[in-house]
T-cell receptor
Framework: DQQVKQNSPSLSVQEGRISILNCDYTNSMFDYFLWYKKYPAEGPTFLISISSIKDKNEDGRFTVFLNKSAKHLSLHIVPSQPGDSAVYFCAASEAGGADGLTFGKGTHLIIQP | DSGVTQTPKHLITATGQRVTLRCSPRSGDLSVYWYQQSLDQGLQFLIQYYNGEERAKGNILERFSAQQFPDLHSELNLSSLELGDSALYFC?????????????FGNGTRLTVT
């Protein structure tokens, strides 16, 4: 049973526009959420995180929104740049992180020139 | 560069064999995590060590084992290998445990079992 779901395997966005990547989760014990970016032949790179006590966290062009009641989070990238083309993973952990990070299957973001 | 080093980058071996994957965490990080990424799958958590002690266990098979040494490097041992063990194996490290320490990943070891 997938506890973290990224329902869009791929997403294509024009350069300069906003990219919105979505993630849903089912485990109500999750209280820390992260986004990772992965290029081919490299490991995932940490992008941004949010604690369940917040509903928004911003870092430069990246903003993560958390809607706890809907068990949904999203990553906004504004403006999108060609270097943003990568696979993005949503991840979550429970308090204390006893089960490590639980990852979604990823969304391949393609930025079109 | 995340600062996490994994060796080897690629490994090809036959069914029934045993292999060892090695990970050196970032300087100062006490926690090491191992993840498996199979085709079309997300990253599956295997096991975590903190300062030499096993801290958490995920979906790790009994044929797999790991340890963290006093110098904090870690090894993942995979034995009696099967075709289905072919995957990317990632090591990650963090300063402490979750939830407030993001994991920093190495570039992985690609294991092919033939």
């Amino acid at each position: 049973d997938q506890q973290v779901k990224q329902n869009s395997p791929s997403l294509s966005v024009q350069e300069g526009r906003i990219s919105i990547l979505n993630c849903d989760y089912t485990n109500s014990m999750f209280d820390y959420f992260l986004w990772y970016k992965k290029y081919p032949a490299e490991g995932p790179t940490f992008l941004i995180s949010i604690s369940s006590i917040k509903d928004k966290n911003e870092d430069g062009r990246f903003t993560v929104f958390l809607n706890k009641s809907a068990k949904h989070l999203s990553l906004h990238i504004v403006p999108s740049q060609p270097g943003d083309s990568a696979v993005y993973f949503c991840a979550a952990s429970e308090a204390g992180g006893a089960d490590g990070l639980t990852f979604g299957k990823g969304t391949h973001l393609i930025i079109q020139p | 560069d995340s600062g996490v080093t994994q060796t080897p980058k690629h490994l090809i071996t036959a069914t029934g064999q045993r292999v060892t994957l090695r990970c050196s965490p970032r300087s100062g990080d006490l926690s090491v995590y191992w993840y498996q990424q199979s085709l079309d799958q997300g990253l599956q958590f295997l096991i975590q060590y903190y300062n030499g002690e096993e801290r958490a266990k995920g979906n790790i098979l009994e044929r797999f084992s790991a340890q963290q040494f006093p110098d904090l490097h870690s090894e993942l041992n995979l034995s009696s290998l099967e075709l289905g063990d072919s995957a990317l194996y990632f090591c990650a490290s963090s300063v402490g445990g979750l939830p407030n320490s993001p994991l920093h990943f190495g570039n992985g070891t690609r294991l092919t079992v033939t």
